[in-house]
């Protein structure tokens, strides 16, 4: 894409605005970090712009304090921006399954509280953390995922983040970023710490 141009221009009888102005599904996966750090900074341009954001954050503990989420509800909350609102239904890490029954009604009832949402137009941008586990397990269908966001009203933009994407979300997203690990400090016995993790 030089310049900014695109390599092609569909035939899809679509003005450059009305093409421009599509929602976007975005899929961020892979092993590497920075999947769901990449989807809370399209979330500041979200707010930036004035755009109500919702942020439902799937499996990752809902006792666990994030940067992220302060800073946003912070901004939210100043009046300058868009509205954000932050919902938790997890009880702990992505990669350690925890009471699996909770966890799978949790993401079930969450993934219900969005397509409720996307009907509503609740939000104009979602974040949706760590949801391909939910689908990856078979907690949540994901031809039912993508047919809900492939039929979602108005301009509502959708960012899912995690490991193990299906080939079906793959195949619906208009944009899809795989995050690859080249060097991690956990290789060599480095733990997460403050200010970088969280």
Known sequence: MPKGQPATVPDDGLTTR???NRPLLAVHTGTGKGKSTAAFGLALRAWNQGWPV??????K???WRVGEERALRVLGASGEGGTVV???MGEGWSWVQRSPATSEEAAREGWAQVRRDLEAETYRFYVLDEFTYPMHWGWVDTGEVVAALRSRPGTQ??????RNAPPGLIEAADLVTEMGKVKHPMDSGQKGQRGIEW
Not at 54 to 59: A, D, E, K, S
């Open 54 to 59: 919702g942020v439902f954050q799937f499996v």
């Open 61 to 63: 503990s809902a006792k």
């Open 157 to 162: 933009h959708v960012v899912i983040t995690g």
């Open 86 to 88: 932050w919902h938790k």
């Open 18 to 20: 009305q093409r421009r």
